[in-house]
């Protein structure tokens, strides 16, 4: 074949095709185009997932009567005339693009009125031929009907979805604005049936509570930080520790008012809560990031999805920043709630049944053995240890130390309740923090081992052992490749200086290969998190009462008091509420 220019239709819909790709594609224009118009109140109606129909309308400015033909124009647009404008872009539209692929791929239907006059004007375009304008009443906005999406282009059509997927793309999308622009006021008509609405009040959390429901979006923790030197502001709303979920896609980030996709941010968003959320648990989060918009390029995506900064590690840092502090400022103490422990006299048959039939060691779990210690058994081993630590505000109610129970969990008296604390987790944030401090001081006390101990480890092991080397001796391991399959220790932190050292070696290394690579300045803290993890004192170990007493005092001054090194809680609150209600006292 001869090299020739494609005729213009072919060529408009290899365009369109860059731009419209489902129908939640249109959607996301023509919310754009309504909020550019500065509109208020944006409705979107969807017939079969938007394959027969589209419909947005806005309270926006309207389009002069004498524009509408060459909007529909490719690269025809309101927004933009130079390219030093692409510079300082603050509209969400800047291509001219929209309009002329939609017109191409589907049967469009344009009312619109600029509010000059009592009257509007209507035009069809289909198949990108214009009908004559007519004059109709219609209030100041545009509604924008686009029918039959890719109509004239069965092999897009093909690659649609089930109903559900593509509306689920589409409802999604409609959150992400809303919450992008909180004081505008979205509805979205399914079929028929009213979806989602938000208020339009201006306040994310309204949005939140929409989309999330009341009670998560009550508990989402406030991020506020601005300015610094680059100027960057973070705001928005994230989960606290205890509320996570199984994928990243809860995660919203929003641009000079534009969502965008970014797993480097949203990971800046996770390392918040490094320590704080469990394994492979992801939050919720909707944050925006302002900035000068000169400091950002949207230019670089065709769906405008993906953006380029010009500090990118000055904006990584203010996130991560802005919502750590957030977290350590707010985070609550999970609370037992709910009638699940509740057992009516029916239920209390069937669980005495339940108990007596398990097997004997079940049984023994299940049935709490209350060990209060006496100081009679004190084992001196954790004395040293549990002597008062570094200053700091304590971020924990007054607590009151009562007992040890099934030698793993403390319970202690607060002015709210009932605290249950786990002994291994709560050691663990204590030996964190203060091996963690030790280290920023460059202060780490290290005992050297008499005789420098041989371990052996497995190929593998070494290997992952080499690439933590650097990170381990900063926090005190004097150690060295010894042969292929074996290290030499010769000395360690003194605050883990105890028990087996193989045992605690291998438990680190162990620890240290599962999940993702750290950033830099993040090493040192995924060490110290899996040497405490050894190092802590285990469940199923008996303490004294002083070492019982001695613990809580630590934790006290522990700055993130309420969760282990790993995310999982240190404690759990039976309130005097929740007490009252179980017992049947109200
Ligand atoms: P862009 O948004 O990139 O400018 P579009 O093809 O989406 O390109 O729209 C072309 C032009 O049509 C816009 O620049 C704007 O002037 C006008 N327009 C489109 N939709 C609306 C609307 N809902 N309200 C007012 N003007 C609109
Ligand atoms: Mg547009």
Request: glycine share 8%.
């Amino acid at each position: 074949m001869p090299i020739h220019i494609l005729p213009e239709d072919v060529a408009s819909k290899i365009a369109a095709g860059e731009v419209i790709e489902r129908p939640a594609s249109v959607v996301k224009e023509l919310i754009e185009n309504a909020i550019d118009a500065g509109a208020h109140t944006v409705h979107v109606e969807i017939r079969q997932a938007g394959r027969r129909l589209i419909r947005i309308s806005d309270d926006g400015c309207g389009i002069p009567a004498d524009e509408i033909e060459v909007a529909f124009a490719r690269h025809a647009t309101s927004k933009l005339d130079t390219v030093d404008d692409l510079e300082h872009i603050r509209t969400l539209g800047f291509r001219g693009e929209a309009l002329a692929s939609i017109a191409a791929v589907a049967q469009v239907t344009l009312t619109t009125s600029t509010g000059q006059s009592q009257v509007g004007t209507r035009v069809r375009v289909d198949g990108g031929e214009f009908d004559r304008p007519e004059p109709i009443a219609h209030p100041r906005g545009t509604t924008i009907g686009v029918e039959n999406l890719f109509f004239n282009v069965p092999a897009r059509l093909k690659f649609l979805r089930a109903d559900a997927t593509e509306r689920k793309h589409i409802e999604t999308l409609l959150t992400r604005y809303a919450m992008a622009y909180s004081g505008v006021r979205f509805s979205v008509e399914n079929d028929g049936r009213l979806t989602f609405r938000s208020p339009g009040s201006g306040d994310l959390r309204d949005v939140l509570i929409q989309v999330y429901g009341l009670s998560t979006a009550q508990g989402m923790l406030f991020v506020e930080a601005g300015g610094g030197e680059h100027q960057v502001c973070v705001s928005g709303y994230v989960s606290p520790p205890d509320e996570h979920r199984a994928t990243r896609s809860e995660i919203s980030l929003f641009v000079n008012g534009r969502w965008i996709q970014d797993s480097s941010l949203a990971y800046a968003v996770e390392q918040a809560y490094h320590t704080l959320l469990p394994q492979g648990r992801h939050p919720l989060a909707a944050i925006k990031i302002d900035l000068p918009p000169e400091e950002v390029d949207v230019n670089v995506h065709p769906a405008k999805s993906e953006v380029k900064f010009q500090r990118r590690d000055a904006v990584f840092r203010a996130v991560q920043r802005a919502v750590r502090s957030a977290l350590i400022e707010q985070s609550p103490i999970p609370t037992a709630t709910g009638p699940a422990q509740s057992w009516g006299v029916d239920g209390w048959q069937e669980r005495r049944e339940a108990l007596i039939g398990a097997s004997a060691s079940q049984a023994a779990a299940t049935q709490a053995t209350l060990d209060l210690i006496s100081s009679a058994q004190s084992d001196s081993r954790w004395e040293g240890e549990f002597e008062a630590g570094a200053t700091g505000q304590a971020k924990l109610p007054p607590l009151r130390a009562i007992g040890q129970i099934g030698r793993t969990y403390i319970i202690a008296e607060g002015p709210e309740g009932m605290y249950l604390i786990d002994q291994h987790a709560a050691h663990e944030r204590v030996m964190y923090e203060r091996l963690l401090a030790q280290h920023e001081a460059s202060d780490v006390p290290v005992q050297t081992l008499l005789e420098p101990l041989a371990v052996e480890l497995t190929p593998g092991q070494v290997d992952e052992m080499a690439l933590w080397l650097d990170g381990l001796h900063a926090l005190g391991f004097e150690i060295e490749p010894f042969g292929p399959n074996t290290v030499l220790v010769r000395a360690l932190p003194a605050l883990l200086a105890r028990g087996d050292v193989r045992e605690l070696l291998v438990g680190i290394v162990d620890e240290l290969s599962l999940g993702e690579e750290p950033l830099a300045e993040d090493v040192h803290r995924r060490i110290a998190a899996a040497a405490c993890k050894q190092g802590a004192v285990k469940a199923g170990q008996t303490l004294s009462a002083e070492e019982v007493r001695g613990l809580i005092e630590q934790l006290e001054q522990t700055t993130s008091p309420r969760t282990c090194p790993h995310g999982r809680p240190t404690m759990i609150l039976l309130s005097q509420g929740w007490l009252e209600r179980e017992f049947g006292r109200r």
